[in-house]
Structure formats: structure tokens, C-alpha cells
């Protein structure tokens, strides 16, 4: 209500911008000193006035902040912001990226149920669901996603949700997510995407038939890498009486079916909430997120150039390029801005050890949407414990490595990787 208030009173004339609407969103409750950064609330406990009060918050006949392994004013307020930044119905905001996955599969699986989910999946996310899932009677059946036919023969009354990331990382495949939400229409099961790649800025999730996204905000959203986080957002576009593991929440909460779910029963008992320090960093990471994206985005096709024009690289994928195979599907969902990863090879293993070691402006670490650009070797690294048969199979070559472009000068960027290329 405060949001439309804002909206409708003061830019009357025309939906304001991204940053714009970041930068303008109420607080749940004024300010009594009028500050322009939502405060810092790292209190645990939240008093109320009477016994009967905290009697109707336990009975949710009264909506306030109790304990902040539930929720806190803080959290709640960065929760805001994504809500009105997506255009959601609603947001809850986690301890990491891979919370916010677990969570959401929690809420909505039990054993003897299965999703159908890419096979190309960021490492933790494969070793989530084909490993540690799977030991609670959860299956997972791996599809490359690209035939429509394929993935609906991999359907049946169990199976929840197709399970999918908007750009792989790091082979920066692009799905066909026009595709894929037909077909889990067709079947009344939900579309789940993970859009860590592809930030609200870029990619509008519901308008292309996704149900749930799940982000992890220490990438692009913390700011520059100032703190880990994690959000699910539920786009309310799903009915949740198809789905039978939410009958009881689906009659008390409708429409909320699975925000309750997840807030007071999976979130609240493992422990997954996010520190109100945190939800801070998150919230003023917002405000610099379009500017911060544009930026990297524009190092990133400089960056990319460069590399096609470099005789020891061998193969460059960044589907903001024209030419390069994502590129037409970046344009049709994310607006020709496809994250901000560049891919690329040498000739050998060890070639790339080398050119890693020689670097100077660019740092050796495993993130990515940090302002600093980062470089790492999948292969040997976030995959190193898969076997070497799904390595393959998921095409992480040993040949391969994976740049973060952040916001340095992109000459400094060329002029460091040209060295570290030479001889």
C-alpha cells in the first residue's frame, strides 16, 4: 500500500525505473528520525505489550516481529525492495544462495517425489540434488532441457517442478525458458529458475511463465561481494492446491501457500535466516545494481572482443556477442545482457595455469558478480569432485576457465591478460 502510495502520488506520470524505484521504497513503518538508509536492527527479540498481543502473533492473528531467526525489520525492509523490484507477490530473504534452493525444494517435495532439472548445473546445486536430496527419497531426473518431448516423458504424477538456471555457469548456456514454462503449464507442475546470473534488472521472471525464482544474492545483488545471501521469490502465479505436500497451507493461507510454508516451517526450523547486517548490505547493493551491471556488461563485450582477437585463446562464450550461439535468446529474455561471465580456453591445462599465475589486475577466487574481476579453472575446482565422465558430460573442460568481469578499467583488463598471455 505504501509502495503504490509512492508511486501513484509522486510518479504519477510513469512506471519509475529500476533504481529509481530501489532507491524509493517505503519503510513498513516511519522512520522516527527520518533516516534515508533503512536502520540497522540487530536486536533477537521484539517486545510486545501484553501477553495477549504475543499470544495473537503465535496464532497469526497479529503480524509483528518476534525473533530474528524468523524475522527481523531489517531483513524485512531488503524483502521489500525485491519485492517491488520484481513485481512479485512475495520474497523471503536467506543465509545463501544454496539455502534459498534447499529450501524451496523442502517446501515443496517429499520422498517419492521427484523434479526434472538441468544437467548442466552449477556444481553444488547437481551435488545438492543428486547426492544429498536423494538420500531423503527425493529424485532428480537430469535432462539437457533442449528437446520438448524428452523432458515430458520424464513426467509423471510425482513430479513437482522442472528445476532450471537461466544461464549454466559456466558453460553459459542459455535455456528455452518460453519452452519450458509450456510445458509445466501443460502438466500443472511449477517452473523454478535459478536467476543468480541474470539480475531483476535484466530478466522479468513472470513474464516469461516462471512460478519461483531462487537468486543467490551475494553474487550481483550484496553489492560486490560484501556478504552472502540468499532470496526466493514467488511470482503468484501458481496454484498452489496442484501441489499436495501444501494442503493445509494451501486452505489457511491460499495465494501465500508456499511463502507460509517455507517462513514457518522449513525456514524457521533450519536456521537458514539471513543477519540483518547482512539484509543492509543487500539493500544498498540494490541501489548501485543497475549501474554496477551496466558497467561489467560493457567490460564484458570489450573483454570478449579482445579475447576472440587473441591468437592463444581457442574458444570464447559470452552470449552477449553477436555470433555467439546464446545470443538471440539473450536478447529475446535478458535483454542482450546475459550476466556478466565471460568463458574462455587455451590450449591446455596447464597453459592455464600459467596465464592464472601471470595475473596481476585480475584475481584468482571463486565468486562472481563481485566488483573485482575474478578468474578460476571449473575443472579443477568447483568440480574437482565429480568424476571425470560427468565432468564431460556436463562440458567442463580441463582447458576452460571461467572470468567474472567486474567494474575495472577494461583497458588495465586487457592490458593485464595480454601479458599474462605472452610468452
Known sequence: MLLNCFFGKILKMKQPGFTTTSLNVPYPKPD?????????????????????????????????????????PTVEYFELKLKALTGSHGVIALSSGMAAISNTILALT????????????????????????????????????????????????????????????????????????????????????????????VFRAADFGVNIEVISTTKHISGGATSFGGAIIDHGNFDWTLNPNLGSYTEKFGKNALIAKIRKNIYRNTGGSMSPQTARNMSQGLDMLELRVEKCYQNCMVLGSYLHSNPKVTV????????????????????????????????????????????????????????????????????????????????????????????????????????ATKE
Open 316 to 419: 570464447v562464450n559470452y552470449p552477449g556477442l553477436e555470433g555467439d550461439p546464446g545470443f538471440d535468446a539473450a536478447k529475446k529474455y535478458f535483454k542482450g545482457v546475459p550476466g556478466t561471465i565471460i568463458s574462455f580456453d587455451l590450449e591446455s591445462k596447464e597453459a592455464c595455469y600459467s596465464f592464472m599465475n601471470k595475473l596481476k589486475v585480475v584475481r584468482r577466487a571463486t565468486n562472481l558478480g563481485d566488483n573485482k574481476t575474478l578468474i578460476i579453472h571449473p575443472h579443477s575446482t568447483i568440480y574437482a569432485e565429480f568424476p571425470l565422465e560427468e565432468r564431460a558430460a556436463a562440458n567442463i573442460r580441463d582447458t576452460m576457465m571461467r572470468l567474472s568481469v567486474g567494474i575495472e578499467n577494461v583497458d588495465d583488463l586487457i592490458a593485464d591478460i595480454e601479458q
Open 32 to 72: 522516527p528520525h527520518n533516516a534515508l538508509h533503512m536502520p540497522l536492527y540487530e536486536a533477537v527479540a521484539f517486545e510486545f505489550d501484553s501477553a495477549e498481543q504475543i499470544e495473537a502473533n503465535f496464532k497469526g492473528e497479529y503480524i509483528a516481529h518476534v525473533y530474528s531467526r524468523t524475522s527481523s
Open 110 to 201: 517429499k520422498a517419492g517425489d521427484n523434479i526434472i532439472s538441468g544437467s548442466r548445473l552449477f556444481g553444488h546445486t547437481y551435488a545438492l540434488f543428486n547426492q544429498t536430496l536423494a538420500e531423503f527419497g527425493l529424485e532428480c531426473r537430469f535432462s539437457e532441457l533442449r528437446n520438448e518431448k524428452d523432458i515430458e516423458k520424464l513426467i509423471d504424477k510425482n513430479t513437482r517442478a522442472i528445476y532450471f538456471e537461466t544461464v549454466t555457469n559456466p558453460q553459459l548456456d542459455i535455456a528455452d525458458i518460453e519452452m519450458l514454462a509450456r510445458i509445466a503449464q501443460k502438466h500443472d507442475i511449477l517452473l523454478i529458475a535459478d536467476s543468480t546470473i541474470t539480475p531483476p534488472n
